[in-house]
């Protein structure tokens, strides 16, 4: 059989999944959060049908004869730029402007997120819209330790707004507060924030959640502002940072690669047909 085949098979393989992750983008292109992902490919083995050869009797090196066997997946990794922040006016809507991960607390243990549309419980916590509850600290610090298996933990405590709060506020440092019957100022806690060495190394656990991997290194938590964590804008929310145009682009890129592996199959055939031709 002609190895071009083989090489075809292998590119609509990987542009199929091309258009899988792009696919996968554009469907989340107004999901809170999201951050696109991206597919890189390698070349696969090269068969030598030639040694290199050096120099010497008075004749010249010659260089190595190889014969590519097609192509395979590399990557597929997530883009974490910025995506832009759309104000919503909501006090519960709030967007990360820099670094870090919302922790949130789920039936699995600690998750992380960049969405920030928060809702209250009937108790009054706040949580997530899967009803996971947001982490949040007694105490602004730049290093909390490592995350809680159970709320309230150490530092850490479930934020509770009662119904009777008035002018709920989030300040920049994750801060929240309100004013209580009495009208004094009532601090709530800090929502705490999370970064990785490796933010690359995450695994998307679905539900605009990730997980930490061992890849991605422990999770650093601490307070929005201080070391190097981004900073929190109450009546915002992070957009996908997907670019349709872009994501277009790649979508035509993949569909003519994978339409050219067709016709190197094609051909192919039209070749093998020939040589079976060659008896009659």
Do not use: W
Not at 89 to 115: C, H, K, N, P, W
Not at 133 to 138: F, K, L, M, R, W
Not at 183 to 191: C, D, E, R, S
């Amino acid at each position: 059989m002609l190895r071009s085949m083989y090489s075809g098979i292998s590119g609509l393989k990987n542009f199929q999944t091309k258009l899988d992750v792009v696919g996968n983008n554009i469907a989340n292109v107004n999901t809170f959060g999201y951050k696109k992902g991206r597919v890189t490919f390698k070349d696969l083995v090269n068969q030598s049908v030639g040694s290199a050869s050096g120099a010497g009797g008075g004749v010249g090196g010659t260089n190595p004869k190889q014969v590519g066997l097609g192509a395979s997946m590399s990557t597929v990794d997530n883009v974490y730029n910025q995506g832009a922040l759309q104000n919503t006016g909501r006090t519960l809507d709030v967007g990360i402007s820099g670094e870090g991960f919302y922790q949130v607390m789920t039936a699995e243990g600690i998750r992380y997120t960049r969405s920030g549309n928060f809702y209250t419980d009937l108790q009054g916590n706040i949580v997530t819209g899967d009803g996971n509850y947001v982490v949040g600290s007694t105490t602004a610090n730049a290093n909390l330790g490592a995350a809680p298996a159970t709320l309230p933990s150490g530092s850490y405590k479930v934020l509770n707004i009662p119904a009777e709060a008035r002018n709920l506020s989030i300040g920049k440092d994750g801060l929240v507060t309100y004013i209580n019957p009495t009208g004094a100022l009532t601090t709530v806690g800090y929502i705490t924030l999370s970064n990785f060495a490796n933010p690359g190394g995450l695994e998307k656990s679905g539900v605009n959640l990730f997980s930490a991997s061992q890849n991605s290194g422990p999770a650093a938590n601490g307070t929005p502002s201080l070391n190097g964590l981004g900073q929190l804008t109450s009546g915002t929310l992070e957009m996908s940072n997907v670019d349709l145009s872009e994501e277009f682009t790649e979508m035509i890129i993949a569909q003519r690669g994978f339409q050219a592996n067709t016709r190197i199959i094609t051909t192919s055939d039209q070749i093998l047909e020939e040589l079976v031709n060659l008896k009659r």
